[in-house]
């Protein structure tokens, strides 16, 4: 692509080459020589503007330059970087207006960054002093309540959990009375409902202020947004920014991978979400009979209804946090025994764990290989690259970055031989463009295989993809869990999205689930006939 002269270790790269419309002037930042360039920036509009693409092309660093933290250095690299320089480039733009209000203060932008584990290492006191300390609006008690950190704002930092951190940086950001709002990735480690009710949130606060947004859950960033800018580009050597588009067709644009204004291809292939019956594995061979399980666990107590699970078919198991979803599935997996209850079946498993050990001393290519036989031409095609790990395999296991770790620990767990894979929340670290890749990866595997998969995960467009059938748990974080038997896809959706209170509608064009907006005819109807799940 002419960033550098070496050969590319970017598969990326075959698809999508540098444009040639991309000349040197249009780079608005460089982090060094030879290293990442941004093209473009992005207006931020009246309303909510996401961004969507995939990991290591720009976004993060186009929302640390709107909110003032990073002043783009416009390729000059042998100067220290200079605002009036900025201001020059952006003459005549509404960004050079935005630019000159945000140096003398008169624009006040609010950050939740991406990275939130660094959080308790900075803040000091408790959740409720920090969030009372930045309260500009007077809203504690509401957003508290919205955000369901009641039961957290006793605690210091380093006692919270992931999903607990998250809200409570939510919260922090929407107490504070800003002009321009910055969510870098809000939906990590949320479950469905959190992510709606922050979803809430941040839709409030671009009812009066400007949002942008940053979201790899599609449904999420659909229900959010108003405009998207997709960004492409190679991860860590380029990114581009392009033009607005209304949600629905960006989104859309995105699924089927050609951006036509732009004449770039970003994938090979079309996500296309097929407006047909779930695939009915009924009268194949059974592969795993359970009767009702129970289990008690601490305070914890959980109750399965017993099911039957066929051969070749991938049930979706879905529900809120803490409610014993990963208890189930490694008491099927014989990790943990059931105080009452049988699991009938002479099957092997293979087992994703939720959180990911990283205390293998070796590289990736020697964990895969004592699995199995990674050079096979089936290996290379099924799992090597689509899970893009060609240039992880010399790496150490114990260096992976979350999203990589996430992906070599779906390899490891389908690289066995197995009957039943337990994937547990696959889509964790992962960017838009992996969450789909894995979820085609996931579900030929189970076509290939003969096996059957069971998939936890709270990507409900991931799960929708994928799913043949739906376990729904739902119940009372930490005391209490109940989970159904496996429900028929249309039967199980329509259960949990209904605990979920949002109704579903198909797009027209690619299929994919798009949440009604709340009290429109549409809505109201569905409700009415209990269709919580599409009408066709
Ligand atoms: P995204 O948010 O789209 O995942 P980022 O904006 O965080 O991407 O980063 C884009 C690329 O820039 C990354 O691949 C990374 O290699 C590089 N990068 C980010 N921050 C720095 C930095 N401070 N110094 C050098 N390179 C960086
Ligand atoms: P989910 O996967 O739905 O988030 P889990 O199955 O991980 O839920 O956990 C369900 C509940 O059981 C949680 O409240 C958790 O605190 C509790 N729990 C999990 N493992 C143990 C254990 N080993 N001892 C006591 N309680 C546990
Ligand atoms: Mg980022
Ligand atoms: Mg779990």
Redesign the pocket.
Known sequence: CGICTKRCPFQAIKIIGLPKELSDEKIVHSYGKNRFRLYGLITPRDGVTGLLGPNGVGKSTIIKILSGELIPNLNNLSKAPDFSKVLDYFSGTELQNYFEKLRQKGIKPIHKPQYIDILPKVVKGNVSELLKRVDETGNFEKIVKALEIENVLDRSFDQLSGGELQRVAIAAAALREGDIYYFDEPTSWL?VKQRFSAAKVIREIAEKKKVVLVEHDLIVLDYLSDYIHILYGVPAAYGVSTHPRGTRVGINTYLDGFLKEENIRVRKTPIIFENRPPQDNSNRPILLDYTDIKKT????S?SVSGGQIYQGEVVGIL??????????V?TLSGITNPDFGEIVGDIKVAYKP?YIGTDYLGTVEELLSEITNINSSFYKSEIIKPLSLENLLESEVKDLSGGELQRVAIATCLSHDADLYLI?EPSAFLDVEQRLTTSRVIRRMADEKDAAMFV?DHDILFQDYISDRFIV?SGV???N?TGSAPLKKREGANKFLKEMNITFRRDLDTKRPRINKEGSQRDTYQREIGEYYYID
């Open positions: 479950d666990q601490g305070n914890f959980l529900g809120p946090n803490g409610i014993g979803k990963t208890t189930f490694k939720q547990d936890v748990f974080s930490g005391i869990g």
